[in-house]
């Protein structure tokens, strides 16, 4: 059996995803199981922007999460801050909570809060909304957002 290149996987993942919404969590994790049998950091952002704010099953929008989430925690922010835009305009409840994720491991938000100074107008702008978003949820999480509002500013 010949390994498809990561192109070709994710063009695989990409044609099952469009029938996510009729098989349901099952469709979801035989398309991550199968995706992530190769591995390449250049799955994250198409992970990413899977999530579906109206998919009925949290669970399975969890298995995009963590597949995305396995790579170096480094790459792993890398790869969803130049998608963040697009992603929280398309699924905003769940950028929030892939954002909120990160912040939740003092490593990974340190990391966050240096390549969001060097990231571009676009990506900042996306920072200070999600962070705004979460803040408006709940003030208790300010303490989780501010350096990084900071640094988007």
Known sequence: MTKDTPNKAMAKFLEAAAHFPEGG???????VAQLMLQP???F???LLMTLDDSFEEDGA????IHAAEQFDDNVYIDE???ILPQFCAGAPKWASIAFMRCLNN???KNYMVKAIRQSSI???EA???LCNKINERNPIFLNKTLLVLLSAK
Do not use: Q, R, Y
């Open 25 to 31: 969590a099952k469709a979801v994790d035989d398309a």
């Open 40 to 42: 390449d950091k250049c």
């Open 44 to 46: 994250i952002g198409p």
């Open 61 to 64: 929008m969890f298995s995009l």
């Open 80 to 82: 969803m801050l130049a």
């Open 106 to 108: 003092a490593e990974m």
């Open 122 to 124: 676009e990506i900042k």
């Open 127 to 129: 920072v200070i909304w």
